[in-house]
């Protein structure tokens, strides 16, 4: 057996006992660490009996340990309501009474350069009054729109008067006319808005007439009238060929506190006619306000549709006015439509739109004697209140300018 050197014994010792303490310091250190993630202090080992001896923290893990604050748990947060941001109130007006719209309207007429008033000024300004004079005045009223029959009318009662009286004083003289003026636009008619309605049914007021005549405008104007009358009103918007007409009509109630009926473009006249009156009754309103469409008096099958708007109507209630709207301005043409409107319903009574007394106001006359019925209302603006009741007497006087 060969011998092994001693000197490599000893190096294989050494290199085991290296080996060995590694391994217990590195498991010393281990449990070291463990022991401080709970908090413990590390340990040491005693040399002399081998046992492990606790000790105290370092300070600086103490402060580390110090300057942990567990997080506060936050509150919980409170329940908060949703708030909607409220909806600007529309201010609701205070439309103006019939009696100073009615003033209001006269002083704009008697401002207005109207005809009449100039050719009464030419008559009684002329040195002396003969055969041509009187031409030239009758010329001024037919232009006027007096119509031929009225103005002969008129030129002979006023010649005869003056001849007779030999009124020279122009103010007698223009006196003399006004009271002349006044019979044949006839005082004696019955102008009222007629708003009698059975028990547990609205008062029905329908509004006729051609293209662009205003009859929307109308509508709301005849509802700020009646609102303010201390009256319950509800709109009907049953002119549903032209989009923008519920519109109109809505904006113009909403000024004044008036619910609109409509439907969409298209949808059946008479149907919105007929749920307006229905509902009309459901609220127990005062009066119930039918726009209907524009119609060329010329289309037969328009025509037709109007008068089955007015029957359906009375299935829930009776219709007690019918206002055909007019343009002032449209002169003859006017009184065409009127003829044609009157044979297809029952118009009750004229709306005169546009009369701004410039050349027209003698319209009045012919197109009361034309069918029959009184000019009700006048308008003489575009102005919210610039619609006001007629008045034979005011009327008159605003046309010599009084």
């Known amino acids: ?29 281990a449990q070291a660490r463990g022991e401080l993630g709970t908090k413990q202090a590390p340990a040491v080992e005693d040399v002399a009996s081998g046992e492990l001896i606790e000790t105290e923290p370092p300070a600086d893990i103490e402060a ?48 207005s350069n109207n005809a009449l008033a100039r050719a009464l ?14 031409d030239d005045f009758e010329t001024t009223l037919i232009t006027s729109d007096l119509g031929v029959g009225p103005t002969g009318e008129l030129v002979t009662a006023l010649r005869q008067e003056l001849r007779i009286d030999g009124i020279a004083d122009p103010a007698q003289a223009k006196d003399l006319l006004r009271g002349e003026l006044i019979k044949l636009v006839n005082p004696d008619l019955d102008r009222s808005l007629n708003l009698d309605h059975p028990a547990g049914q609205p008062a029905v007021v329908l509004v006729v007439g051609v293209n662009g005549t205003g009859k929307t405008t ?19 918007a049953a002119d549903t060929f032209r989009a923008a007409a519920a519109e109109q009509l809505t904006t113009w109630g909403e000024r004044v506190g008036v619910e609109t009926i409509r ?14 009156v229905d509902e009309g009754i459901e ?102 209140d610039d619609l006001a009741p007629f008045d034979a007497e005011q009327f008159v006087d605003g046309l010599l300018g009084n």
């Open 64 to 111: 580390a340990e110090a300057e942990i604050v567990e997080p506060e748990t936050a509150p919980p947060l409170e329940e908060t309501a949703l708030i909607e941001p409220e909806a600007p109130e529309r201010e609701i007006e205070s439309p103006e009474k019939a009696a100073s719209r009615l003033a209001r309207l006269r002083r704009k007429l008697a401002s």
């Open 263 to 276: 439907s969409d473009e298209g949808a059946d006249p008479a149907s919105v006619a007929f749920n307006t």
């Open 218 to 236: 109308t509508v709301g104007k005849l509802g700020r009238m009646l609102i303010a009358e201390d009256k319950t009103v509800l709109f009907g």
């Open 283 to 384: 609220q127990e309103v005062d009066a119930v306000l039918i726009d209907t469409a524009g119609r060329l008096h010329t289309k037969v099958g328009l025509m037709d549709e109007l008068g089955k708007v007015k029957r359906v109507i009375e299935k829930k209630a009776p219709v007690g006015e019918v206002l055909l709207v007019l343009d002032a301005t449209t002169g003859q043409n006017g009184l065409t439509q009127a003829r044609i409107f009157a044979e297809v319903v029952d118009i009750t009574g004229i709306v005169l739109t546009k009369l701004d007394g410039s050349a027209k106001g003698g319209i009045v006359v012919q197109v009361q004697r034309e069918l029959g019925v009184p000019v009700k209302f006048i308008g003489l603006g575009e102005g919210a």
């Open 121 to 134: 000024a030419d008559l009684l300004s002329s040195d002396r009054i003969d055969d041509e004079t009187w």
């Open 1 to 29: 057996m060969e011998w092994i050197p001693w000197t490599v014994i000893i190096g294989i010792l050494v290199v085991a006992a290296i080996a060995g303490l590694s391994i217990v310091i590195s498991k010393r250190r």
